[in-house]
């Protein structure tokens, strides 16, 4: 997985509690990335980070917040948890050059919200 | 809303088949189109990519097919075999927009033995 690693790779947690998960790379890439995966809606970016401290919003950002204070470190926290946010989300950073923009994914976590 | 319109939703094939996904967009600003491959448990990962000044391209049994006028382009897996079982999404990037890839919703493929 590219020397991504991502933690907890599974959490059961409870409505209204706050969740924070983490995505470390090895690889010293400037771009990172959050997706939730669920079936019927394919992978959707929740936020990314183009830099230490820069990040900006995906397509399903409510509810998500993200930080980035190291090149290799990039959290993401749900201040509340909410059933809705049941899903895996997966962790990836971009290998920028040549037009290519290859992302390479982590292992992913999957999280339930009762 | 930049989107990549993927299908099927699901497919499945005989082993020694041809399988096929087909994606179109309407952004014609695309101008990197890759497929990612994952298996169940897995992230996602690159499988092969295309550019639209080619209109095929192939690695081993996968090839991809591009066609520009109509802004459509498909993945085909010659000779499915079960280990090909997967979910795969095609994808396209915007040019000069190398931070930012566009996800199909994907299709999950079954290769019967």
């Known amino acids: 997985d590219a020397g991504i690693t991502q933690s907890p790779r599974h959490k059961v947690t409870e409505t209204g509690t706050p969740v924070t998960l983490r995505c470390h790379q090895t690889?010293?890439?400037?771009?990172m990335y959050w997706y939730r995966q669920d079936p019927g809606h394919g992978l959707r970016l929740i936020h990314y980070?183009?830099?230490?401290?820069?990040?900006d919003k995906g397509e399903v950002s409510d509810g998500y917040s993200v930080s980035r204070s190291k090149t290799e470190d990039f959290l993401l926290t749900l201040e509340s948890a909410t059933s809705s946010q049941t899903s895996v989300y997966f962790c990836?950073?971009?290998?920028?050059?040549?037009?290519?923009?290859?992302?390479?994914f982590g292992p992913g976590t999957r999280l339930t919200v009762l | 809303q930049q989107q990549v319109k993927q299908s099927p939703q699901s497919l499945i094939v005989q082993k020694g088949g041809i399988s096929i996904i087909n994606c179109a967009y309407e952004?014609?600003?695309?101008?990197?189109f890759p497929w990612y491959q994952q298996f169940p448990g897995k992230g996602p990962a690159l499988l092969i990519a295309?550019?639209?000044?080619?209109s095929e391209k192939k690695e081993g049994r996968f090839t991809i097919s591009f066609n520009k006028s109509a802004k459509q382009f498909s993945l085909h897996i010659m000779d499915s075999q079960p280990g090909d079982s997967a979910t795969y999404f095609c994808?396209?990037?915007?040019?000069?927009?190398?931070?930012?890839?566009?996800f199909g919703k994907g299709t999950r493929l079954h290769i019967l033995p």
């Open positions: 994808a396209a990037k915007e040019v000069n927009r190398d931070d930012k890839i566009i």
């Open positions: 980070s183009y830099g230490v401290k820069d990040t």
């Open positions: 990836a950073i971009s290998g920028l050059g040549g037009g290519k923009a290859t992302q390479y």
């Open positions: 952004n014609t600003a695309f101008d990197y």
């Open positions: 295309i550019r639209p000044d080619v």
């Open positions: 690889e010293n890439h400037r771009y």
